[in-house]
């Protein structure tokens, strides 16, 4: 009796033993396995072709817009430019656990080759360093200065959900951003209004129209440009004083590249002693918008940026002196 009980204990303590080792093991497995891709997920864009075997774990973002596609669809980035770091991505600029990869401008490229990335994400900032980005991981770029502006912002969400497994939360925020635009298009429909888009540097002004960066606030949203007559390049054309008074807008968008470029606040009405500009109807209607410089300036092209570029436009309707 004592020895069938002796062979019980024991062959329960075995079976027990290879279950618990059967558990123990399983996460271990399933841990070091890496998604693959099968076929491999291959990205058309406008610089070539990019290739992806796997899903990638140790991401490189060159610019803020793609910092943000990443933060909003809760994807950790493993290294970043960290010269200019808009408010609404603060928190990553002392977070030590990313590696800081230099200026947006030019990126440190000895940093972003030891990160040993799996995926680099560039912008036309980095067109030059394309084909050296290439051949350290795999690379993606994203085009900012498209004549579709919210469509790209939107493809892009999607493709970066496709290659992260996040379509469902990447169908969300394109669902988001395309009813915040819709919003916009309703409130500026038929208005009357005359809008300029200007970029104040140092006490001079340079003006945004149709086929410059911020293009879209009159192609894609419905605004009214104040000047027609004159179209401005990508990155603005340089104005006077009497331009503006001239052109005489009912709302006028301040981007302060100054506050930028200095890392300090943003200009305000009392600051400008301008008379000419005094004398526009935006400047007696209380519709001088001074925009978020940070969304505006450093990104512009990235779903956080959007929507405080939405709200600002919103604002110049809105906002009528008292």
């Not at 610089?47 to 803020?64: C, I, Y």
């Not at 669902?175 to 809008?195: C, G, M, Y």
Request: glycine share 4%; proline share 5%.
């Amino acid at each position: 009796m004592k020895m069938n009980k002796r062979k019980w204990i024991f062959g329960l303590s075995a079976m027990l033993l290879i279950s618990l080792q059967g558990c123990e093991k399983k996460p271990v497995e399933s841990e070091q396995v890496s998604h693959k891709f099968d076929p491999p997920l291959t990205i058309q864009h406008d610089l070539g072709t990019t290739v992806l075997n796997q899903r990638p774990e140790r991401v490189a973002a060159l610019d803020m817009n793609e910092v943000d596609f990443l933060d909003q669809l809760n994807i950790p980035v493993a290294g970043m430019a960290k010269d200019f770091i808009p408010h609404y991505l603060a928190s990553y600029k002392n977070d030590s656990s990313i590696e800081d990869l230099g200026a947006i401008v030019q990126p440190n490229m000895e940093r972003v080759h030891a990160l040993k990335p799996d995926l680099i994400l560039m912008t036309p900032l980095h067109t030059s360093n394309y084909e050296e980005l290439s051949r350290f991981a795999p690379t993606l770029y994203f085009n900012t200065m498209t004549n579709h502006h919210i469509a790209s912002i939107k493809e892009h969400l999607l493709t970066l959900g496709s290659i992260f497994g996040k379509e469902q939360l990447a169908k969300e925020k394109s669902l988001e951003l395309d009813n915040k635009v819709k919003e916009i298009q309703q409130l500026t429909q038929n208005r009357p209004e005359k809008a300029l888009v200007v970029l104040h540097n140092n006490g001079s002004f340079s003006s945004f129209g149709k086929q410059s960066r911020y293009g879209f606030v009159f192609n894609e949203l419905g605004v009214q440009p104040a000047n027609s007559d004159k179209e401005t390049g990508l990155h603005g054309q340089p104005i006077s004083s009497e331009f503006i008074k001239q052109a005489d807008p009912d709302i006028i968008y301040i981007v302060d590249r100054t506050a930028v470029m200095e890392r300090r606040d943003v200009i305000k009405s009392d600051e400008i002693s301008n008379p000419l500009l005094r004398q526009t109807k935006a400047w007696k209607n209380g519709r001088v918008i001074f925009a978020d410089a940070d969304a505006w300036y450093i990104a512009a092209a990235s779903p956080t940026a959007i929507k405080i570029m939405l709200n600002d436009i919103a604002e110049g309707y809105k906002k009528i002196k008292e």
